[in-house]
T-cell receptor, first 116, second 116 residues
Framework: DTAVSQTPKYLVTQMGNDKSIKCEQN?????MYWYKQDSKKFLKIMFS???????INETVPNRFSPKSPDKAHLNLHINSLELGDSAVYFC???????????????FGPGTRLTVL | AQKITQTQPGMFVQEKEAVTLDCTYD???????LFWYKQPSSGEMIFLIY??????QNATEGRYSLNFQKARKSANLVISASQLGDSAMYFC?????????????FGQGTRLTINP
């Protein structure tokens, strides 16, 4: 029933570890995104994929590697975690703008990552 | 630079009153979309309303309306008859990019508190 789901919801880990966040959407959308929300609530795009192809990479450190095995999934792997990576990571999906449709992005519930 | 500005970090409003949340944007794109999202304390991002740059009429969705003034580059959200459940962070966002390579650029957000 859930449109965009993410796992895990909470992730607490030590500096230097590697971790992954998974995202799945059942809306049939072509495009998926990762956003980062920092401690001041500012939201910024990290990546977007369209039909499994990387389209947007917003100068994110290469410790962050997204992977899209199919249109419905977009995972985020983070190597060598740093304190500054602590944030809420949101996955989103959209169908893109169509005539008469806004192409709004549907967001997952977010994953709160805490790096100690 | 493409930018979204929300000048009100916080707003306090009495229940049942109407409230206007300000949003100004800066873009040189002829075609763009403007969105408002609500983020309650539970953390999820909820799409509220959309305005396309070529739309002639202001968008409305139930108690939400968007006061779109294109010449002033403003897209203020109006919530009528506010309710306690409207207390949340509100984000204005602009869609940038071409089909398949679009992203949302967010404002800093406004924290709205509805007092009983």
């Amino acid at each position: 029933d859930t449109a965009v789901s993410q796992t895990p919801k909470y992730l607490v880990t030590q500096m230097g570890n590697d971790k992954s966040i998974k995202c799945e959407q059942n809306l049939g959308h072509d495009t998926m995104y990762w956003y980062k929300q920092d401690s001041k609530k500012f939201l910024k795009i990290m990546f977007s994929y369209n039909n499994k192809e990387l389209i947007i990479n917003e100068t994110v450190p290469n410790r962050f590697s997204p992977k899209s095995p199919d249109k419905a999934h977009l995972n985020l792997h983070i190597n060598s975690l740093e304190l500054g990576d602590s944030a809420v990571y949101f996955c989103a999906s959209s169908q893109g703008e169509r005539q008469g449709r806004s192409g709004e992005q549907f967001f997952g519930p977010g994953t709160r990552l805490t790096v100690l | 630079a493409q930018k979204i500005t929300q000048t009100q970090p916080g707003m306090f409003v009495q229940e049942k009153e109407a409230v206007t949340l300000d949003c100004t944007y800066d873009t040189s794109d002829p075609s763009y979309g403007l969105f408002w999202y609500k983020q309650p304390s539970s953390g999820e991002m909820i799409f509220l309303i959309y305005q396309g740059s070529y739309d002639q009429q202001n968008a409305t969705e139930g108690r939400y309306s968007l006061n779109f003034q294109k010449a002033r580059k403003s897209a203020n959200l109006v919530i009528s008859a506010s309710q306690l459940g409207d207390s949340a962070m509100y984000f204005c966002a602009m869609r940038r990019g071409s089909q398949g390579a679009q992203k949302l650029v967010f404002g800093q957000g406004t924290r709205l508190t509805i007092n009983p």
